[in-house]
């Protein structure tokens, strides 16, 4: 049996900005450049009544930080850029939840042709088996290849003797960051986490696949990301 669950419209969560806060003379910094742009360290320095050796620790942290830009004989130049790091707060602040996508689920007792005919029609790479509404197992490409290559009988054989088993499986909650996803993805070297919810079946505590999170919805948050 092939079930389809309802899950969260894929989008990409509004990014929540985390603002540097720079120091009294950093942000005078900051509006001197603003006003006089471009200009020199040494500029700079004669306007504060300061050396450049005092200021060249604030330079250095308002040009990492990307608020200013500095030119090689021309001088600073304010970007215009918010006090952040746009790109790492943006994927440290969106959640698993915000883009995942809907995961191609099937129960335990469906043929291992069957849940092959169902992976190639839906376009995935991993099939959830579940047993009762909770996560049971997975089942990737390779361990149909693997079996199939074996002799198995893919026609009789059920997928719940061929999935890689619960407890042994990396799951991920639509609450955690896509940046806690992706270390996940990385350590334990999968194209894909079902994203899942704690509930109580037949008065036990299971977890529901709601959602996967993978590699390719990483991968375009990052590209839209990148063209903000």
Do not use: W
């Not at 943006?90 to 069957?114: A, H």
């Not at 009762?132 to 997928?159: H, Q, T």
């Not at 993978?214 to 590209?223: A, G």
């Amino acid at each position: 049996m092939f079930i389809k669950y309802n899950t969260y419209k894929n989008r990409v969560a509004h990014k929540e900005v985390i603002h540097i806060e720079f120091t009294g003379r950093q942000n005078k910094i900051v509006e001197i450049v603003q006003e006089n742009q471009p200009i020199t360290s040494q500029e700079i320095a004669a306007m504060l009544k300061l050396t450049r050796a005092t200021l060249r620790p604030d330079l250095a942290i308002l040009t990492m930080s990307g608020v200013l830009d500095a030119r090689p004989k021309v001088g600073y130049f304010y970007t215009g850029k918010p006090h952040a790091n746009l790109l790492a707060q943006s994927v440290k602040n969106t959640k698993v939840r915000d883009i995942m996508s809907l995961p191609t689920v099937v129960t335990e007792d469906m043929s291992v042709y069957n849940a092959i005919v169902t992976m190639f029609l839906e376009d995935t790479g991993s099939i959830y088996v579940v047993a009762k509404e909770g996560l049971a197992g997975v089942v990737s490409r390779k361990d149909f290849l693997k079996n199939a290559i074996g002799g198995v009988d893919i026609n009789k054989v059920p997928v719940a003797m061929i999935m890689t088993r619960m407890p042994n499986i990396a799951t991920v909650y639509p609450e955690e960051s896509i940046l806690e996803a992706a270390e996940k993805i990385t350590s334990h070297e999968v194209d894909s986490l079902p994203v899942v919810e704690k509930v109580m079946i037949d008065h036990k505590a299971k977890l529901k696949v709601i959602g996967k999170i993978s590699k390719s919805n990483i991968t375009r948050l990052f590209v839209e990301l990148c063209k903000e």
